[in-house]
Antibody, heavy 119, light 109 residues
Framework: EVQLVESGGGLVQPGGSLRLSCAAS????????MSWVRQAPGKGLEWVSF????????YYADSVKGRFIISRDNSKNTLYLQMNSLRVEDTAAYYC????????????WGQGTLVTVSS | EIVLTQSPGTLSLSPGDGATLSCRAS???????LAWYQHKPGQAPRLLIY???SRATGIPDRFSGSGSGTDFTLTISRLEPEDFAVYYC??????????FGQGTKLEIK
């Protein structure tokens, strides 16, 4: 069974940084691409970033490009999201998600970690 | 960028009813790369349907997906109490890029 557990969320001031982690188990981590998806309070789901299984391909939503960095450590079965220059509008629950073999959908999700950007 | 518009925004039904949720894309979704998710407050989202009409592992057969091109539908027959949640459609296109619809809230009438 796929298990994804996010951590690292919290309260940070605008302009600050935070690093999220996602510990994966129940599948061969390095074989699958992974993604981060967020949900702002009262809003819908928004795709944030994506990384291939090897880590060689990374993709970002325009709203976070140049500020967030996705990475992975396949030896530790862990996905990361380094968030810099945080803005109030980055406040959201951040979910890590396992991509299906075609990259087109996400067939496993964590329960999320909450990031609050506020002064 | 393909924009997905879901309707209705809220659907009020009773257990045992059937539900029809719509997802319309601003451009044709290539290879029918359209998925549906169920999301309950405080829980992880759950994949229901991928490639427009294929049920994900463990999803009951009362959930079905249909459509192609720009118009897609999620149908839930015989609503169970646990089916009341928010439902999102999501598409994948080359770039690559993933976008979600704004969601349909299915609530108990």
């Amino acid at each position: 069974e796929v298990q994804l557990v996010e951590s690292g969320g919290g309260l940070v001031q605008p302009g600050g940084s935070l690093r999220l982690s996602c510990a994966a188990s129940g599948f061969t981590f390095g074989t699958y691409a992974m993604s981060w998806v967020r949900q702002a309070p009262g809003k819908g789901l928004e795709w944030v970033s994506f990384i291939s299984g090897s880590g060689s391909g990374t993709y970002y939503a325009d709203s976070v490009k140049g500020r967030f960095i996705i990475s992975r450590d396949n030896s530790k079965n862990t996905l990361y999201l380094q968030m810099n220059s945080l803005r109030v509008e980055d406040t959201a629950a951040y979910y890590c998600a396992k991509a299906g073999s075609s990259w087109a959908y996400f067939d496993g999700w964590g329960q999320g970690t909450l990031v609050t950007v506020s002064s | 960028e393909i924009v997905l518009t879901q309707s209705p925004g809220t659907l009020s039904l009773s257990p045992g009813d059937g539900a029809t949720l719509s997802c319309r894309a601003s451009q044709s979704v290539s290879s029918n790369y359209l998925a549906w998710y169920q999301h309950k407050p405080g829980q992880a989202p759950r994949l229901l349907i991928y490639r427009a009409s294929s049920r994900a592992t463990g999803i009951p057969d009362r959930f079905s997906g249909s459509g192609s091109g720009t118009d897609f539908t999620l149908t839930i027959s015989r609503l169970e109490p646990e089916d009341f949640a928010v439902y999102y459609c999501q598409q994948y296109s080359s770039s690559p890029l993933w976008t979600f619809g704004q969601g349909t809230k299915l609530e108990i009438k």
